[in-house]
């Protein structure tokens, strides 16, 4: 390849996965995650920087970034932030996780990890739904799941609900169950804390008819989401069977991923139920090349390297 780098990049609240090419080779690594609670675009910027060797230039960014707001998905001020010169392609963390999924295929990919958000694509018109943030949406989400599980735990604690082991599981980070809703509160990690107790839930699922609730409620609002999504985008005549892929943490849960696969099932007979070919960090790789046709490429905002804008 030319002397300099191309970067691609899945930015998730839990962690960063990034490939970084140079003439010398490509690595793969996983960084901290960003904060949505702060403008996202100069995180990314910070990042990149910091990825790009001394001395190369940048000649492209691919980025597919979680909790990205209408206002900040102008892949212009990241150039800017970036020198002015590489060609920098920005879009929501969906774009990527259906790319990465699916490729170019027409279909719908659910992308349930600490936040949630569903992406239908059809002929001619992309469908989002959810990944409206843990206060007003992502249900279905690990940290759905995790605020569920510690209302639960609580309600177990002052004898407003039946008793459940997801009580002691809460007490192993907060001994005194009284106390801890201040010191959640004070965290500023506290979205991942809650996101990270959806592992306790799936976890006592098998024992606890609390927990197995809580997921059973998950997978219905996952399945929910991708049929309305792809309700959303159907075409008169289209194919009931167009490939429907989830990935993302909260599928780990083999109760969840089971229940989402027999209510996908009764929503849509023949539902073809597809393995993801790859994650976000490929989807942000194949944005790279993604057809200017392509109806997510509408998704997309473009900043034109130097030539690019020259020519």
């Known amino acids: 390849m030319s ?14 996965k990034v490939q970084v090419r140079t003439r010398d080779g490509v690595r793969d690594e996983t960084l901290p995650g960003v904060r949505t ?10 990042l990149v920087r ?42 929501h963390d969906s774009v990527t996780a259906y790319l990465g999924a699916l490729g170019e ?4 990919v659910v992308a349930a990890g600490t936040g949630v ?18 206060i007003m949406g992502d249900a279905g989400s690990a940290y759905w799941i995790g605020r569920e599980g510690l209302d639960a735990a609580m309600r177990a604690f002052d004898g407003r609900s039946t008793p459940t082991l997801l009580t002691d599981l809460m007490r192993e980070r907060w001994p005194d169950p009284s106390q801890a809703y201040t010191q959640l509160q004070a965290d500023p990690d506290r979205v991942r804390v809650v996101a990270g107790f959806a592992e306790a839930v799936s976890d006592a699922a098998a024992d606890d008819a609390v927990a197995a609730r809580i997921c059973l409620a998950a997978a219905r609002e996952l399945a929910h989401s991708v049929t309305a999504a792809l309700a959303n985008v159907a075409d008169p005549g289209d194919d009931a069977t167009r490939p429907v892929s989830a990935v993302g943490g909260v599928f780990r849960s083999d109760l969840i991923l089971t229940r ?27 944005l790279l090349g993604l057809r200017r046709e392509h109806p997510l490429y509408g998704r997309v905002s473009v900043a034109a390297a130097v030539q690019e804008q020259i020519a």
Do not use: K
Not at 3 to 16: K, S
Not at 39 to 46: E, F, L, N, Y
Not at 119 to 132: C, E, I, N
Not at 262 to 281: F, H, N, S, V, Y
């Open 3 to 16: 002397r300099g780098t191309v970067i691609a990049l899945d930015a998730g609240q839990t962690g960063v």
């Open 37 to 46: 609670d702060r403008p996202v675009v100069p995180q990314i910027a910070a």
């Open 50 to 91: 910091a990825l790009t060797p001394q001395g190369e230039p940048l000649l492209a960014l691919a980025a597919g970034v979680s909790g990205l707001t209408a206002h900040e998905a102008d892949a212009a001020p990241l150039q800017r932030a970036l020198g002015g010169h590489a060609r920098v392609l920005l879009a």
């Open 105 to 108: 295929r027409r279909g719908a």
């Open 117 to 134: 958000v569903t992406l239908a694509v059809g002929r001619t018109r992309v469908s989002r739904v959810d990944g409206w943030g843990n």
């Open 260 to 286: 989402f696969t027999e209510l996908m099932a009764e929503a849509r007979p023949g539902i073809d139920l597809w393995a993801p070919a790859g994650d976000g960090l490929d989807g942000a790789v194949t």
